[in-house]
């Protein structure tokens, strides 16, 4: 049976099989549809999973060192540390814990390999999500603001480093980050927090006291509230986060595989056939051993 030869060139894979005396063309196809198969049976073989993830975690993209995970948390009441005197001016800001109703919370955490990177968003929602394109809710907590030219909600997160961690703990760790870090006025200049934008909603939330007394009273007032839609749907808010993340693609050419090639550490040559024990290989012709 003769074998089979491969060749590339350009963006061509030609299939020859190398038969006695002759080589034959038995099959041409484009390199992208070949590499595209490779991957697809490798995914296949593979098959789709995840890292064991958070409990609330809906989703999760990931792109380059990029990722994005996106968290639903349920309404419920939340003791938070709250600046004392917004008009404080001191070095060392005074907090305060208070006992605050939230209706659905959507995070956004993002990471840059391990490490979160400074891009993470929050909403609300009146009700669960349920699709890529369900719109998000303006939410009204200090810390998070929009930006200048897009409604995106983004989150004053700030950087932490959790290498040494699976997926599981790290985003349990982001979320306990997110909570238990003290809520103050670092975005009302220039922007504007989310809470000084949406405190003319509802008489309930005007005011942090309001909050936590509406809260003690009625723990999911704030199901009721009228958050605004911002127009920005959850696939939106996702590609916000991993925006300017590398777009990799699979090699389509020659030259790409090449580049590829120059990348991975170069295998060891491997040793010629030992001749045969009945063969003697030197200038004159072959003989057999006595």
């Known amino acids: 049976m003769g074998q089979e030869l491969i060749e590339i060139e350009g963006e061509d894979v030609r299939l020859y099989l190398d038969g006695v005396g002759e080589r034959r063309l038995d099959r041409r196809v484009t390199l992208d549809r070949l590499v595209d198969a490779i991957a697809r049976l490798d995914r296949e073989a593979r098959g789709e999973r995840t890292p064991l993830l ?49 209706p659905y919370v959507v995070a956004l955490l993002s990471f840059d390999g391990a490490s979160l990177d400074g891009r993470g968003q929050l909403y609300y929602r009146a009700e669960p999500l349920s699709s890529l394109d369900d719109e998000l809710l303006q939410p009204n907590l200090l810390n998070v603001t929009q930006g200048n030219d897009t409604p995106h909600c983004w989150l004053c997160l700030g950087r ?32 504007g927090s989310c809470f000084t934008r949406a405190r003319d909603l509802d008489p309930r939330i005007a005011t942090v006291e309001e909050w936590e007394r ?31 993340a590398p777009r990799l693609t699979l090699p389509r050419s020659s030259q790409d595989l090449a580049d590829l090639l120059y990348r991975l550490p170069e295998a060891e040559a491997p040793h010629p056939p030992s001749p045969s ?9 072959a003989r057999g051993e006595a």
């Open 277 to 285: 024990p009945r063969t003697w290989r030197g200038g004159g012709e």
């Open 54 to 102: 958070a409990p609330g975690v809906l989703y999760f993209e990931q792109r380059g060192p990029k990722t994005v995970v996106v968290v639903q948390q349920p309404p419920q009441v939340r003791r938070v540390r709250w600046i004392a005197d917004p008009d404080s001016t001191s070095a060392a800001e005074e907090y305060r814990e208070r006992a605050l109703a939230f």
């Open 160 to 191: 932490l480093d959790m290498e040494a961690i699976p997926w599981s703990e790290r985003i349990g760790r982001a979320l306990e980050f997110l909570w238990q870090s003290g809520f103050n006025y670092d975005f009302e200049v220039p922007r």
């Open 214 to 244: 509406s809260s003690c009273a009625n723990p999911l007032f704030s199901l009721e509230v009228p958050w605004p839609a911002i127009g920005v749907t959850l696939a939106g808010a996702v590609a916000a986060s991993l925006q300017g």
